[in-house]
């Protein structure tokens, strides 16, 4: 069966950095555009990053650009996000995310989602 596994979060104070990670199986990792999303308390899910299957096609949302990166290695069928200069509001449960189409901001277009991570930024 698909499974998502995310690694990596922890406690960072602003201006750190953190390294995630995505461990993938039961598919083949690289038919699939890939994608992080995350969740911030009392909030909805958000859109942080989305790349596809062969990494050609990358997007950012507004409030990461320039300071998170996601690559994928399809040989390791894992997904990675390096964030850098982190905020406190940065600060959420961070998910990966498996989609129907090459890319997509849109979290109706993920069938599947890991139970994710969770980042803290202290100030």
């Known amino acids: 069966q698909v499974q998502l596994v995310e690694a990596g979060g922890g406690l960072v104070q602003a201006g750190g950095s953190l390294a995630l990670s995505c461990a993938a199986s039961g598919f083949i990792f690289s038919n699939y555009g890939m994608a992080w999303f995350r969740q911030a308390p009392g909030k909805g899910r958000e859109f942080v990053a989305s790349?596809?299957?062969?990494?050609?096609?990358?997007e950012y949302s507004d409030s990461v650009n320039g300071r998170f990166t996601i690559s994928r290695a399809n040989a390791k069928n894992t997904l990675y996000l390096q964030m850098n200069s982190l905020k406190p509001d940065d600060t959420a449960v961070y998910y990966c995310g498996r989609s129907r189409v090459v890319s997509s901001t849109d979290e109706q277009d993920y069938d599947y989602w890991g139970r994710g991570t969770q980042v803290t930024v202290s100030s």
């Open positions: 790349i596809s299957r062969s990494s050609a096609r990358l």
